[in-house]
């Protein structure tokens, strides 16, 4: 095979897809966006690397009307809905991006696949970083939490450590406390307690563990025992760890975009309706509110949704507007009499 044709064999292996809008993520904050947006009409593809932030969880809660769902089957629910109205799930994981506004190109496992849009929606989400402590990870979202209000309902009454690295762990305890009469503060990396917050502790009834923890044992994905250091264990059937909400801004970026570092992590500014500094392009969920539950993140997905169709039709309205303005010609005018007679301008 000559050169020439292996470069035609190639290019006629990339899938070239065109769309009103590129979602990047099929999480609920995605698919929220896509399904506004197909029930608007507008030609969506959705990029799914399929890999969900909230798979180890057994759960999806304070999501009313799907309380406790599963979060896969939550995703499967709303990927056949966004197709209902005409909305494509791209498999395959995003790897570059650039252009401006009403020229995007997005491209999709190393070229495989091209998409060009107008508009782009970022709903890629965040990576948890986690203390690096042995059995953390392995325990991740089922006994290892950190948010009372997504799984806290579970641990209720159960024995609760909370891992401390910032003084944040305080406000964790104070959550926890209410779920349970059995709370536990390990400071590990966090500061040492100021004379009123000793107080607040001694208040709640919650022991304070100081030498640093070394491990936690587990058994699967369930917690048994916290190790500190010189090799005690402390039972325990939960642990709450803070982690450090990094959002995957790497496209942002790549589109021009700048990251945020705040006291919590990294992530994407925007406005309310997800709006970002770059012009076309658009964020959801956890991208740029990292504390967002499930609930939060597919409002945000619709609200960025409706924000683009709105975009898109005052783009579309500006165009039409210049259209019509242009100064008159015989070029025009045939134009529109072949349009509207066909051949019965000659009296056919």
Known sequence: MTAEAAMITEAATIAELQADVVVVGGGAAG????VALGRSRRSVI???AGKPRNAPAHGAHNLLGQEGISP???????????EAYGVRILSGVVTGASGVADAFTIEVDGGASIVTARRVVLATGLV?????????????GRTVLHCPYCHGWEVRDQRIAVLGRTEGALHQVMLFRQLSADVTLFLHDAPE??????????????SVVTPRVQRLIVDGDQVRAVEIEGGRSIEVDAVVVAPRFVARTELYEALGGERTITPFGEQVVA??????????VFVAGNTSEPMAMVSVAAGSGVMAGAAVNGDLAAADLARAVESRARPF????????????????RHGI
Request: hydrophobic letters at 50%; proline letters at 6%; a negative charge.
């Open 31 to 34: 698919l929220a966006a896509a």
């Open 46 to 48: 959705v990029v799914d």
């Open 72 to 82: 896969l089957e939550l995703l499967a629910r709303g990927r056949a809905e966004a």
């Open 128 to 140: 948890d970083e986690l203390p690096d402590v042995p059995g953390v990870r392995e325990a991740w």
């Open 193 to 206: 307690p100021s004379d009123e917050q000793w107080e607040q502790l001694s208040a709640l009834g919650v």
């Open 271 to 280: 406005d309310a309706r997800g709006a970002t500094a770059v012009p076309g």
């Open 329 to 344: 010609s015989a070029a025009m005018e045939a134009k529109a009499t072949e349009a509207v007679l066909g051949n019965r």
